[in-house]
């Protein structure tokens, strides 16, 4: 099993902006660019809940209500990378987020729920205090 890597968390202030990136390290037995990727977030005590999704072409994406409009998830295949735009953060941002990838590949919708994903990272924490 792969374990993807995120970075790019931190601590800033609201209003703030992070930007988060996943790689796929090059030893992963499978082929990035075929499969959906999310990102997801989890708080203290609750669970870990999908941010935003998008499919293996980048031409689709999802987005939870909490974040619409705030932030955007886009894709390098050639790069084996996936991002997370976070602008306009919220104290109620504060997790740690993970990335991972659907566990189908080149599934014509994007699944919401974590039990369809894989190769789940250690997590970056994003921390939104003045």
């Known amino acids: 099993q792969v374990q993807l890597a995120e970075s790019g968390g931190g601590l800033v202030p609201p209003g703030g902006t992070l930007r988060l990136s996943c790689a796929v390290p090059?030893?992963?037995?499978?082929?990035?660019?075929?499969?959906?990727m999310g990102w997801f977030r989890q708080a203290p005590g609750k669970e870990r809940v999908m941010v935003a999704a998008?499919?293996?072409?980048?031409?689709?994406?999802y987005y939870a209500h909490s974040v619409k409009g705030r932030f955007t998830i886009s894709r390098d295949n050639a790069n084996n990378t996936v991002w997370l735009q976070m602008n306009s953060l919220k104290p109620e941002d504060t997790a740690v987020y993970y990335c991972?990838?659907?566990?189908?590949?080149?599934?014509?919708?994007?699944?919401?729920?974590?039990?369809?994903?894989?190769?789940w990272g250690q997590g970056t924490q994003v921390t939104v205090s003045s």
């Open positions: 991972a990838r659907d566990a189908q590949p080149q599934r014509a919708i994007l699944i919401v729920s974590s039990e369809s994903y894989r190769d």
């Open positions: 090059l030893a992963a037995d499978f082929s990035f660019r075929i499969y959906n």
């Open positions: 998008i499919n293996w072409r980048g031409d689709r994406t």
